[in-house]
């Protein structure tokens, strides 16, 4: 065997590995006893412990040396070169500091919860301070003469982005967003309430919805979760899960499209590239552009709420209800206090906040002392609003406590690339919203296909979009978007 | 770390890819899309795989030579023995035969499903004889100086039963069984049909019987799947499956019942011997003695429909079904084709037909080609019917396709079993039967817990049984009880 065969041969092997441990992980959320939890989490680490061994080992490393110098195909070449940095990322860290992060995690995610239930940040304070650490330290090996330490986390999350591009433009996007809730703030919010509906009902929508979006359920499946997510268990095995919300029938619905649109993206990777890693998405950014576009381009619009309201009323016959009611309903703005139940404007300021304070912590300016003050700071400032408690300020996330810095940009990321796409879409179909209002969804399906999902991880995130939306400005996309829809809808004036 | 840890250490982690790979093959059966079936064929292979080469390691050999010329306690002395035994068995067949049997049974059983599609013995010979040469191979590498070649087979399923033991005492059960089948041939069938049910009904009937028997839901669930099974995830993780048959409700009961039997054995293990092995089923007859014991003897007694008629009519308020009726639709017997559909009398001669052509096929005496013939005769002398074609005959079964030689005695070992635990318990709780009609099983399961479950794999199945039920017969008990119970139910005469 050459060196190809056998490191596609080890890649293969890896998925499946990864494959098994995703499967435990879906069965953890959805299914799983509650006895179980010791005994799978030492399943858990002991997956991820082989598969992190026959990543890093030396002969992975020497079939890259082979590869790099010899004369590959374009694919194979690209294969090399992610290969080649995901490599250097899983073998520059030593074990010491590896464990040293696992054991932190567990130590702050467990004060986290500690915390947060009791509203005392102090509790966290210490273990945030041992993350803030090691996770510096970590995030200087993986930089290595990047511009900004951040970089190097970024990279683990969405390849390709730098601090030296978000920054400024989450500084112009602040600023517009501001411009649109200061507008919208004095006007009265469009009627419409949504009744509560029953369970059984929901899960017929969902299924009902995931058909007419294009989810393959031969290829996939939906469950229930107490956090909706999305994971990949193999080649055609992508597992949605969703909550049933009787009382909130938006938040079903949300979770339900969001989850789909990241599935949907799952579905269509590159499956005849599996072996290369390729396979894969390019970055959480695009993958949350995925599911931002489904569930808030798409499923947040009039012509969506006119498909769906005829729908709606095939499973509750008696539900009182029109396309207008459930529009203004799905796009009420206000200034709040909680990420995840944020509008779809108001959300990338929470996310700004969070990017600001991350910075500091990776510029050595905040410690975990700080960060309370910074936060209710950088709340005053960029979202207008500031918390009561700790609970609903500086402790309402988990990523932290579980060393997670870096990601949060990713969901703003993808809300940006979600409306250029959604602009490119509009000039490709000029019937777009008319094939949504037909429940029709299939051509924008297979533009994103060819145009995003088949691409797979051959090139950095920033460069498919690019490849996708040439020159324009996705910061001014989701501005105009966001003008044209909450903009309207409250009847504000934009003044440009 | 001394041999005794760093043994433990492994099958620790042994456990938890078995734990694994459980999982996977759990989810396969219960909710994997069928699109997934290829990569889920990779990740069980390399589970296995994985599983294989950490088990058969030199190290592990020579950790168990250590502990061999060591002074340990019982418990550690019971276990380097019985890891001994299956190290040698996972050693002693060279790679080029594990390779060969892993072909011989795929195509084996693609064979097999071709042939019983078309009703053509001919289309599986050919595989089978393959199967049948290397399975012969297997059994002498296994056997080393048993008595009989087929012992070594029926150590992989119920270690420490023989042949020796097994043949008379099957051909005793034979002739009762078909002395109490003779007798009841010309009487009629006693009154009773269950009317048809919905599934949702069927489903709240199997939760509540689980949470009766005193299956903890904890430490465990219940799914539905095509082909109800059992499985053991991990510690604290037992996974029961059911399937939901409306127009039968007798079956989905006898399944729910027979599945949380084999439950309650795995959540009843010595779970503080986790990292010995010795926490696990002594072998699969008195696995099997534990799920009939609670289908058979105490599911199918008329105490029994007494306590569950009522919870039935709870859920069907509309039901008209008297305890009476139910325990007669119960106890149905006819000499039949199909084993899985055969009655508890009947059932054990079809295992005694196909034991025996096991014995001939191991002794030499049967090749493929002489199988449905030999299969016609044994039907004839030991069963009293013929089947008018290979899919009701040789072709019913799937596990020679599989390569399963040596399991089926375990069904009728079980039915042995539980019969002499059922009359030992009579006669430990005169008021056995008012606990059942009562709804109360916890006395019952805590003395199964205490004679059989805690004591895992520590001592063979025939060890344990003899020192529960003493110098008890059970082939005389389980023609007793059947006589008692069948017989009686048809107003049968018996002739001692």
């Known amino acids: 065997m050459d060196a190809w065969?056998?490191?596609?041969?080890?890649?293969?092997?890896?998925?499946?590995?990864?494959?098994?441990?995703?499967?435990?992980?879906?069965?953890?959320?959805?299914?799983?006893?509650?006895?179980?939890?010791?005994?799978?989490?030492?399943?858990?680490?002991?997956?991820?412990?082989l598969h992190h061994e026959r990543f890093v080992a030396p002969e992975v490393g020497g079939w890259l040396d082979t590869l790099e110098a010899a004369d590959l195909d374009a694919t194979r070449r690209a294969a090399v070169t992610q290969l080649r940095r995901r490599y250097r990322r899983?073998?520059?860290?030593?074990?010491?500091?590896?464990?040293?992060?696992a054991h932190a995690r567990s130590e702050g995610f467990a004060a986290w919860v500690d915390a947060k239930g009791k509203d005392d940040f102090s509790l966290f304070e210490g273990p945030l301070q041992r993350l803030l650490d090691l996770v510096r330290e970590q995030a200087a090996l993986y930089a290595d003469g990047a511009a900004h330490p951040y970089d190097g986390l970024l990279e683990d999350y969405?390849?390709?982005?730098?601090?030296?591009?978000?920054?400024?433009?989450?500084?112009?996007?602040?600023?517009?967003?501001?411009?649109?809730?200061?507008?919208?703030?004095?006007?009265?919010?469009?009627?419409?309430?949504?009744?509560?509906?029953?369970?059984?009902?929901?899960?017929?929508?969902?299924?009902?919805?995931?058909?007419?979006?294009?989810?393959?359920?031969?290829?996939?499946?939906?469950?229930l979760a107490e956090h909706p997510f999305t994971t990949n268990l193999g080649v055609g095995d992508v597992r949605l899960t969703t909550h049933l919300h009787p009382e909130n029938l938006l938040a079903t619905l949300g979770g339900t499209i969001h989850e789909c649109g990241h599935g949907l993206y799952e579905q269509g990777l590159p499956d005849h590239l599996a072996g290369?890693?390729?396979?894969?998405?390019?970055?959480?950014?695009?993958?949350?552009?995925?599911?931002?576009?489904?569930?808030n381009f798409i499923g947040r619009?009039?012509?969506?709420?006119?498909?769906?309201?005829?729908?709606?009323?095939?499973i509750w016959?008696?539900?009182?209800?029109?396309?207008e009611q459930l529009y203004a309903a799905a796009n009420r703005v206000e200034r709040s206090l909680i990420r995840i139940f944020a509008d779809e404007a108001t959300y990338n300021l929470h996310i700004i906040v969070r990017f600001q304070l991350e910075l500091g912590v990776l510029e050595g300016r905040l410690q975990a002392r700080d960060l309370p003050e910074a936060w209710a700071e950088g709340y005053r400032q960029v979202v207008g609003v500031v918390a009561p408690s700790a609970r609903q300020g500086v402790l309402q996330d988990v990523h932290w406590s579980s060393g997670l810095f870096g990601y949060f940009p990713s969901y703003t990321i993808g809300n940006l690339y979600a409306a250029s796409l959604g602009a490119r879409l509009e000039e490709e179909f000029p019937d777009l919203w008319d094939q949504v209002e037909r429940g029709e969804f299939g051509a924008i399906l297979a533009w994103l296909r060819r145009n995003v999902h088949q691409k797979g991880a051959s090139a950095d995130a920033p460069v498919i979009f690019r490849e996708v939306v040439g020159e324009r400005d996705p910061v001014q996309d989701l501005v105009d978007h966001l003008w044209r829809r909450q903009g309207t809808l409250y009847g504000a004036r934009r003044i440009v």
Chains 1, 2 share one sequence.
Do not use: I
């Open 5 to 49: 065969d056998q490191l596609t041969a080890r890649l293969n092997e890896l998925d499946a590995l990864a494959g098994a441990g995703a499967a435990l992980e879906w069965d953890q959320q959805c299914y799983m006893p509650p006895g179980a939890a010791a005994s799978r989490g030492v399943q858990n680490a002991l997956l991820s412990k």
């Open 90 to 101: 899983a073998t520059v860290v030593p074990s010491r500091l590896v464990e040293a992060l």
């Open 158 to 223: 969405d390849p390709g982005s730098t601090v030296a591009e978000l920054r400024p433009m989450f500084t112009r996007l602040a600023s517009e967003l501001n411009r649109l809730l200061d507008a919208l703030a004095p006007l009265a919010h469009p009627e419409g309430t949504v009744p509560p509906v029953d369970e059984d009902g929901l899960r017929r929508l969902s299924d009902r919805l995931l058909r007419d979006l294009g989810f393959d359920l031969d290829r996939g499946r939906l469950d």
């Open 276 to 295: 290369t890693w390729l396979n894969r998405a390019a970055g959480m950014g695009l993958h949350e552009s995925q599911s931002r576009f489904w569930e």
């Open 301 to 314: 619009s009039l012509p969506f709420c006119r498909y769906l309201v005829p729908r709606m009323q095939g």
């Open 317 to 323: 016959p008696t539900l009182r209800l029109t396309p």
